[in-house]
């Protein structure tokens, strides 16, 4: 029984080219910010999710093989 849904890849592609897009044009202006590392983790989050599942879900499943 599988909780999460994955987003089709079509969809994975449009958000990960918007999050390049955002980045790109954010840049000269969050140069210059002092919260610019809450934005890129913010963007970060956004392109590492590929299904419903909470992106820090994954990332402790994923890890958990490595403690156990």
């Known amino acids: 029984m599988n909780l999460y849904q994955h987003y089709p890849l079509h969809r994975i592609v449009m958000r990960r080219a918007a999050v390049l ?4 044009l954010a840049l000269p202006v969050m140069l210059f910010r002092s919260d610019r590392a809450q934005f890129y983790s913010y963007l970060h989050r956004i392109w590492s ?15 958990g093989g490595d403690f156990w």
């Open 21 to 24: 897009v955002v980045g790109i």
């Open 49 to 63: 999710k590929t299904s419903t599942q909470p992106v820090w879900l994954a990332q402790s499943e994923a890890a």
